[in-house]
């Protein structure tokens, strides 16, 4: 149990379909990111969220949406996905204070998404 | 942009110590490098981290040399939970946000 949780933990969507992955954080940060892990391909980064605003969007299509309305919370919605982003989708949190990568991440547990 | 390299696997027995190496030679003076492990299906989790020499904690120790080109993670008397992929891990040069993950190093710890 990291502090971080993720919900749901699977998920399987449509490609027409709207859904929305959440996580929240009890650990008192003030950073929080979401990852995508393909199969056999390293963690790629999506989005950075410090103090509430977005400080990272890593070139992700825009049929995926983050929002982070406090610091405590971070959601993912999905929209319009195509096959090709099943992955599973870790969330993270962090306490930024300032020093390039000094920052431990504390890793949820990942939603495994599947695109039919 | 920083990019990492890490062995794609390695191998070894129970009780012995483990050495991963990662190549890293284009971080900014006052990146910090820090270690992950993830077991399959599960968020990775934080090993150890460092700037420089040599950190040490329960679990591993961190070695940097002082060009700062690589480190190297160590793990004493591995034992089977030890089998798990180890990433390397620093900023993006233009980011100090855009972390980078390798593609990690798949450890195989045999009886």
């Known amino acids: 149990e990291t502090g971080v949780t993720q919900t749901p933990r699977h998920l399987v969507m449509g490609m027409t379909n709207k859904k929305s992955l959440k996580c929240e954080q009890h650990l008192g940060h003030n950073a929080m990111y979401w990852y995508k892990q393909s199969a056999k391909k390293p963690l790629e980064l999506m989005f950075v969220y410090s103090l509430e605003e977005r400080v990272e969007n890593n070139s992700v299509p825009s049929r995926f949406s983050p929002e982070c309305p406090n610091s405590s919370h971070l959601f993912l919605h999905l929209h319009t996905l195509q096959p090709e982003d099943s992955a599973l989708y870790l969330c993270?949190?962090?306490?930024?204070?300032?020093?390039?990568?000094?920052?431990?991440?504390?890793f949820g547990p990942g939603t495994r998404l599947t695109v039919t | 942009l920083a990019k990492t390299t890490q062995p794609i696997s390695m191998d070894s027995y129970e009780g012995q110590e483990v050495n991963i190496t990662c190549s890293h030679n284009?971080?900014?003076?006052?990146?910090?490098i820090t270690w992950y492990q993830q077991f399959p299906s599960q968020g990775p989790r934080f090993i150890i981290q460092?700037?420089?020499t040599k950190v040490t904690n329960e679990v591993a120790s961190l070695f940097i040399p002082a060009d700062r080109k690589s480190s190297t993670l160590s793990l004493p008397r591995v034992s089977l939970s030890d089998t798990a992929v180890y990433y390397c891990l620093v900023p993006g040069l233009d980011s100090s946000y855009k972390l980078i993950f390798g593609s990690g190093t798949r450890l195989l710890v045999r009886p």
């Open positions: 993270a949190s962090s306490q930024d204070n300032g020093d390039r990568g000094s920052y431990e991440q504390y």
């Open positions: 460092g700037y420089k």
């Open positions: 284009n971080i900014a003076t006052n990146d910090y």
